[in-house]
């Protein structure tokens, strides 16, 4: 098992600046993937983290907003930029498992005001 | 085609009975069917997961039932207890797509 560790666990910004959310994975991953959880609902694909590419976005996210770095095989971050209110969520780290399916980490619950 | 379809949205359950929750999907490329468990303040975790070459699945109280032609699967959990308390996801995988979770369920287990 893969284990995910994600910082800072949970944080409060105001509205306007940005925060950048780290992931680190105690072994090397080909892929990581950055999901949004918004309050009460489901798990939202952000993008896929691909070391030594841009990360792929999915619908929806735009890499000026949600910028994201891969720089080794181990580590990833996720930057939610000019946040407003409606970016709070909790922003899971996830790689894949080799079996099928996928370690999450703990996640970083964000607050804007 | 990308969806996922869970219900129901919440569930409550006296201990010691069973919780079935269910899910449906579109996609016939999906061929991984994982659920997981989420606790507040956690992040999600693999319960327990299933490929559509199998029709059902145990792993202790936990058994997941395939339907392929109905492109319909299901979570039960036997003798619920309180421990089991949590939100649930369906999700689906395979074929190159991303994984589609299902909106979750929320699952109180009443002592």
């Known amino acids: 098992s893969a284990v995910i560790s994600q910082k800072p666990s949970r944080d409060i910004c105001q509205r306007g600046t940005s925060l950048t959310i780290q992931c680190q994975v105690d072994s090397q991953v080909t892929m990581m993937f950055w999901y949004r959880q918004q309050p009460g609902q489901s798990l939202t694909l952000i993008a896929t983290?691909?070391?030594?590419?841009?990360?792929?976005?999915e619908s929806g996210f735009v890499i000026d907003k949600f910028p994201i770095s891969r720089p080794n095989l181990t580590f990833s971050t996720l930057t939610v930029s000019n946040m407003s209110p409606e970016d709070s969520s909790i922003y899971l780290c996830?790689?894949?498992?080799?079996?099928?399916?996928?370690?999450f980490g703990q996640g970083t619950r964000l607050t804007v005001v | 085609q990308q969806q996922v379809k869970q219900s129901p949205q919440s569930l409550i359950v006296q201990k010691g009975g069973i919780s079935i929750i269910n899910c449906a999907y579109e996609?016939?490329?999906?061929?991984?069917f994982p659920w997981y468990q989420q606790f507040p303040g956690k992040g999600p975790a693999l319960l327990i997961a299933?490929?559509?070459?199998?029709s059902e699945k145990k792993e202790g109280r936990f058994t997941i039932s395939f339907n392929k032609s109905a492109k319909q699967f299901s979570l039960h959990i036997m003798d619920s207890q309180p421990g089991d308390s949590a939100t649930y996801f369906c999700?689906?995988?395979?074929?190159?797509?991303?994984?589609?979770f299902g909106a979750g369920t929320r699952l109180f287990v009443k002592a």
């Open positions: 996830s790689v894949a498992r080799g079996s099928g399916g996928a370690f």
């Open positions: 983290a691909n070391q030594g590419s841009e990360a792929t976005y």
């Open positions: 299933i490929r559509p070459d199998v």
């Open positions: 999700a689906a995988s395979g074929g190159g797509f991303k994984t589609i």
């Open positions: 996609n016939t490329a999906f061929d991984y």
